[in-house]
Each structure stands twice: as structure tokens, then as C-alpha cells.
């Protein structure tokens, strides 16, 4: 309870500094979308903790049924570290897991029609951070969690992972007029994010991480020009209207075909007298 009332507590001050202080004004426009999102945010949180409670409890029972003697072999968690560098150590394995499910939803296309809901937005706010597909949280959960859970990781390590992520989530998306500096090297910073965001590919498969960015780094998909990043973002393809149509939408074919674009009637966007390359028109 006490999580939800910070969470939520945040979430109206973000929103408030969001009104005073914007850092793109035209985001402050309503996109019809708010509704649509809280609800994917709720289904895609429940979720989680449909899973992690799963998670949580499958361990023990099977910790019951089974005889000590053949607990896994890979409980090779330090438990015996300050609870801090437990917790710092759980965010980068985390992130690992973070990262590959994140990138795979980039690069291949029958994973991209589940994480094209969250960037067919067309402004950033703090309201449309928890805006996934049920489908691409699930997966995410599972390639983050599943080593934690393998190496033995405590309830109290899965428990400040999960409220760090929460709230630089929430940070990465807001929509205030803040600079980030040398943060930009370590953690995933709404700059970096708006990145991410952005129509023209080369620049949107980048900066994957969610709380820190030191596998975008090693990977090579960090990205931070010194330019501003783009205040046009969105797909090319069309999402669904309204939260059943967006849960349904990627499992049929002419769903998965609109989510992509690919219509032969898809209106092409012109820029700058360029043809703008957008994630879907591009071997997504
Ligand atoms: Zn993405
Ligand atoms: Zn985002």
C-alpha cells in the first residue's frame, strides 16, 4: 500500500512540474489515449504481480516438496553482502535480461507487434510510462527475473528492483524541462528516452536500458547526439482504438499487418521534402 501511495504521490507531482515547466509544449496536447493507457498500465502492473507472486511462491513450494539436498546447484547468490550492493548487483543482471527482451522486441518483428503500442504514442508524459502490451511486459519480466530467481537472488533484492524500476519508468518518460548531465552516462534519463522514441530508426533502436544503460554501452546501442531529440515521434503503422482492440489487435494478421504499416493505402510521411524512415517502413 505503501508503494502505490508513493508511486501515485509522484506520479501528481511529475504531472504537476509537467504543466509548469514542459519540456515540449505541443505534449501537453491531449491525444485521446489517457484512458487507454492507465488501463494498459494497470493490466500490464497486475500482471506483474500476478507473476511475481507466482515467482515468488513456486521456489518455495518446490523448496517444500523437495528435500533440501537438491536445492540448485546455481544458488550462487551472495547473501551475505550489505542489502545495497545485493540490490545493485540485481539491477544489472536485471537489466541484462531487460535489455535482450527490449532489443528483441525491436528487432524482430513478431515480437515488435506486441511493443509497438508503447511507442505509437505521439507525446511523452508520465502518464503513458506504463502504457505496454501485457504480452511484451510478461516477456520482459521473464527474461529479467528468471536468472535472479536461478541464482537465488532474496525477496528483499526482487522487492527494490521492482521500485526502482517503477520510478525511473516513470521518470523516463516525463515531460519536464530538466537536464540530466553526466546522470545520462549511467541511468536510462528521459533525453536518452526520448531518443528512443524516435521515428527514424537509426536513432529508435537505441538506448534499450530501462533503469541503466551500461549494456546499451557495451553493445554499442548507447545513443546521446548532442542535438535535441525529436518532438515528432510515433510508428508509421496504426495501432487499434480503444483497449480491447489494442489487446486483440497483434494476434490476428490484419492486425499484425496495420501494427507494421504495410497496408498498401499506409500514407507515406513526407519531411523535409525526405521520405521519413520510421521503425516499421525499415525491416521491423
Ligand atoms: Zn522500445
Ligand atoms: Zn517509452
Known sequence: MWFNVVYLTIVALIAGFERLMPYEKQWLERDGETLNDIAHTLLSKGGVQIAAAIGASAPMAAATVLQPSLSSPLSIWPHAWPLALQVALGLTIAELGLYVAHRAAHEILSLWRFHA????????????????????????????????????????????????????????????????????????????????????????????????????????????????????????????????????????????????????????????????????????
Open 117 to 284: 503500442l508503447h511507442h505509437s504514442v505521439e507525446r511523452l508524459w508520465v502518464v503513458n510510462t506504463g502504457r505496454f502490451h501485457i504480452v511484451d511486459s510478461l516477456f520482459k519480466i521473464a527474461l529479467s527475473q528468471i536468472p535472479l530467481y536461478l541464482m537465488g537472488a532474496p525477496l528483499p533484492v526482487f522487492l527494490w528492483i521492482g521500485a526502482v524500476t517503477a520510478f525511473i519508468g516513470l521518470l523516463t518518460h516525463c515531460n519536464i524541462d530538466v537536464t540530466t548531465g553526466p546522470l545520462d552516462w549511467v541511468f536510462s534519463t528521459p533525453r536518452l528516452h526520448r531518443w528512443h522514441h524516435s521515428k527514424v530508426l537509426a536513432e529508435g533502436n537505441t538506448n534499450y536500458g530501462e533503469n541503466l544503460v551500461l549494456w546499451d554501452q557495451i553493445f554499442g546501442t548507447y545513443f546521446n547526439p548532442a542535438r535535441r531529440p525529436p518532438a515528432d515521434i510515433g510508428i508509421s503503422g496504426r495501432v487499434a482504438e480503444g483497449f480491447i482492440g489494442q489487446l486483440v489487435q497483434p494476434f490476428s494478421a490484419k492486425g499484425f499487418r496495420q501494427i507494421l504499416g504495410r497496408r498498401k493505402d499506409r500514407p507515406v510521411t513526407i519531411v523535409s521534402g525526405k521520405e521519413q524512415h520510421s521503425h516499421s517502413e525499415v525491416g521491423r
